[in-house]
């Protein structure tokens, strides 16, 4: 086979893509903004509708509730006229449930009505605590190896600093 022969292009340019599109007589790449994107689709733009809807309830119930409560509360909509409080667990879902008419009240305030409130549960994942690396203990035959070099090294900062080791590490 024949190779083709080395181009300016093949090689590895110092000129990125960028320069090139901004080069004389170079238009710019075809591209959308993505609230565009977001909003000529159908779904995309249901989706982004709900997110941010979700986003404004959960502003308003987070604001009726005490930060400590608050701060295990998530809002969802899974139908347009019916609100979900989940919370992290059944303690702060048995306060959220007391706390009840304090929300709606104040979802009533900002013109936010649901036919249906419902408080569930779901626990978050357990995060696993990473192990601790345990340091490899100090036994005899590490002492010797040091206690030996201690006595090749010469005079200097290098010596004073393994035999003062030494020292602390015999109490």
Request: with cysteine; glycine share 4%.
């Amino acid at each position: 086979r024949a190779l083709a022969p080395l181009t300016s292009m093949m090689s590895n340019s110092t000129r990125s893509f960028d320069a090139i599109a901004r080069m004389p007589g170079n238009r710019p790449l075809p591209g959308r903004p993505l609230a565009r994107v977001l909003a000529d689709d159908p779904l995309l733009a249901a989706l982004s509708r709900r997110c941010r809807d979700e986003a404004r309830v959960e502003r308003s119930v987070r604001s009726a509730l005490p930060r400590p409560l608050a701060a295990h509360v998530a809002a969802r909509l899974p139908e347009p006229d019916r609100l979900e409080l989940v919370a992290t667990t059944g303690a702060i879902a048995a306060a959220l449930r007391q706390r009840l008419p304090a929300v709606r009240a104040a979802l009533g305030r900002e013109g936010i009505e649901f036919r249906e409130v419902r408080v569930r549960v779901q626990p978050v994942a357990a995060r696993r605590e990473e192990r601790k690396i345990l340091p490899r203990q100090w036994d005899k035959t590490q002492r010797t190896a040091l206690e030996s070099l201690a006595g090749t090294l010469p005079e200097g900062p290098l010596k004073a600093a393994v035999s003062g080791w030494l020292r602390r590490s015999a109490r």
